[in-house]
């Protein structure tokens, strides 16, 4: 099990969060379900998550709780879908808790988010969206919130490769994770290339199975194919075995490296096999983000004081969600003078800009998560293993992600990007 000790309130502070108890808050606390993986290669995923959304309820509890109530948290493993499903009912039916947090895997959220529906049950999703593909399968919830379309990453790194790359690379590769995810990230990186006036020749496409530990073979293949730019959407355990394997085949010698999702790895990189000048993404949270909040800094420095380690954008996500659930309930219960119905948080939740880890986010009328995305370009510092970045650029995700019932591949031929 994790450790749940709390950070200590001398050293996490309750500046912000103050509010007043109302006359009809009972004494029972809040309970909040949460789903995290725990196990297998998106462990470090649900490991952030719950963290983040300790250190928040800390905060929170510290400073009277969310309306006079305090925050209690009852902790389930996201698994299998149908596993998922029956440990989202146990909280919902024997824990009875209030609402539901977590969701990394957008296979176990199309199976879940239904059942959340039919239980009217408010769900928030931390990563997981109910796409198929690009298409949105649950385009009217009531009770389900989703998180930014997973393909923000690739279109941005696209953006980018236009604007710091143009000019600089005539052949491209891919390689990618063999799922939906990695193939559409793929098609439009390619697809804003070709928009932008950039022909480069595919010369390879590698497709690896999530999980994989050895992509010699792969390897292999790309240093045959002598690409300029190599493009990856690979973020678990698999990013860094391939880098240092390409790095230890010369394969990244003279080759530009796209990892729009490679940030997410971020305490496992180094120097020694990253390039300079690599275009990297973090997600919707960037441990050393110029212009910080002082949110953000305080976080970062306890979390690296307590683990060790940078938090990556799995932290954000929750604990974006925790402080859209507080605002959410907190203006239903000013319109109503009582605790408010699970609709009515729902419908209070949308188009509340709450300020999270990674900067201002708030849910949009089809409850899509709108957040901060980062990218930035790899600097090298004499005497320093961990990676630096150079350039880092800050984009909102309504610039980034398809409109609400529009058609992806249609959009990103006329959308107007901040390029």
Not at 194 to 219: C, F, H, M, P
Request: a neutral charge; glycine letters at 10%.
């Amino acid at each position: 099990m994790i450790n749940r000790r709390q950070f200590s309130q001398a050293a996490l502070g309750v500046a912000g969060f103050a509010i007043g108890a109302p006359a009809f808050a009972q004494n029972q606390p809040l309970r909040l379900g949460l789903l995290a993986i725990r196990s297998g290669v998106g462990a470090f995923l649900g490991e952030d998550s719950i963290r983040a959304v300790q250190w928040g309820v800390q905060r929170l509890n510290a400073a009277g709780g969310i309306a006079g109530r305090k925050v209690e948290l009852v902790i389930q493993e996201e698994s299998t879908p149908k596993d998922t499903i029956e440990r989202f009912r146990h909280l919902v039916l024997r824990e009875k808790v209030d609402a539901v947090h977590g969701l990394i895997s957008t296979g176990v959220t199309l199976a879940v988010a239904p059942v959340a529906e039919e239980e009217r049950v408010l769900l928030q999703c931390w990563d997981g969206t109910t796409q198929n593909g690009v298409q949105e399968s649950m385009p009217k919830t009531r009770f389900v919130f989703r998180s930014t379309d997973n393909e923000c990453e690739a279109v941005m790194g696209a953006l980018l490769t236009v604007k710091h790359m143009k000019g600089k690379f005539a052949t491209i590769a891919g390689i990618n994770p063999d799922y939906s995810y990695g193939r559409n990230c793929w098609e439009t990186f390619k697809a804003l290339l070709t928009r932008y006036g950039i022909e480069a020749k595919v010369v390879s496409e590698q497709w690896v199975k999530v999980g994989t530990t050895d992509l010699t073979t792969n390897v292999a293949a790309l240093g045959a194919a002598k690409p300029d730019l190599i493009f990856t959407s690979m973020f678990l355990s698999d990013l860094p075995i391939f880098l240092r394997q390409a790095s230890a085949a010369g394969l990244l010698t003279n080759t530009k490296l796209v990892a729009p999702t490679g940030g997410g790895q971020i305490n496992e990189l180094r120097n020694a096999f990253v390039p300079e000048g690599s275009l990297l993404g973090h997600n919707t949270f960037f441990h050393a983000q110029p212009g910080a909040s002082e949110l953000h800094k305080a976080f970062v420095a306890d979390y690296r004081d307590r683990y060790k380690v940078l938090p990556t954008s799995s932290a954000d996500r929750a604990y974006f969600n925790l402080m859209a659930y507080k605002a959410g309930v907190e203006k239903a219960v000013g319109a109503t003078g009582r605790w408010p119905k699970v609709d009515e948080i729902a419908e209070a939740i949308v188009g509340v800009e709450v300020e999270s880890l990674g900067g201002r986010g708030r849910y949009r009328d089809d409850k899509i998560a709108e957040q901060f995305f980062y990218q930035g370009l790899v600097r090298h510092q004499a005497g320093s293993a961990s990676l630096d970045f150079a350039d880092t650029t800050a984009i909102f995700s309504d610039k980034l992600q398809k409109p609400a019932g529009a058609d992806y591949w249609n959009w990103i031929k006329s959308a107007n990007f901040p390029i």
